[in-house]
């Protein structure tokens, strides 16, 4: 009943920006934790930012002073902002919503994921 859906991947050049956009929607009363994950070919996933929803944030340290994570509780949307894009950010970019469902039940959905590619 809830989907999570991932936009604004694309193909961009090294130092280039790129903002992705996650929305939720379904039946949600509350989103705790929101977060950006992502997973390259023979790689595992890893955590690249989270944000609560009072908006506490953390990033990977290979991400800091370069991405930024925000969201708009009131559309159930968490965004980022990728700046100074790096080869090594290329990856499948995966959102995670934190789920409270009306019978106060928390639980993690994910979205599909969209591709971020970082060439010359």
């Known amino acids: 009943q809830v989907q999570v859906v991932e936009s604004g991947g694309g193909l961009v050049q090294p130092g280039g920006s790129l903002r992705l956009s996650c929305a939720a929607s379904?039946?949600?009363?509350?989103?705790?934790?929101m977060a950006w994950y992502r997973q390259a070919p023979g790689e595992e996933r890893e955590l690249v930012a989270s944000?609560?929803?009072?908006?506490?944030?953390n990033y990977s340290d290979s991400v800091k002073g370069r991405f930024t994570i925000s969201r708009d509780n009131g559309k159930n949307t968490v965004y980022l902002q990728m700046s100074s894009l790096k080869p090594e950010d290329t990856a499948g970019y995966y959102c995670?919503?934190?789920?409270?469902?009306?019978?106060?039940?928390?639980?993690?959905?994910w979205g599909q994921g969209t591709q971020v590619t970082v060439s010359s």
């Open positions: 379904g039946s949600i009363f509350r989103i705790n934790t």
């Open positions: 995670r919503a934190d789920v409270v469902d009306y019978g106060s039940f928390e639980y993690p959905e």
């Open positions: 944000i609560t929803s009072s908006g506490d944030t």
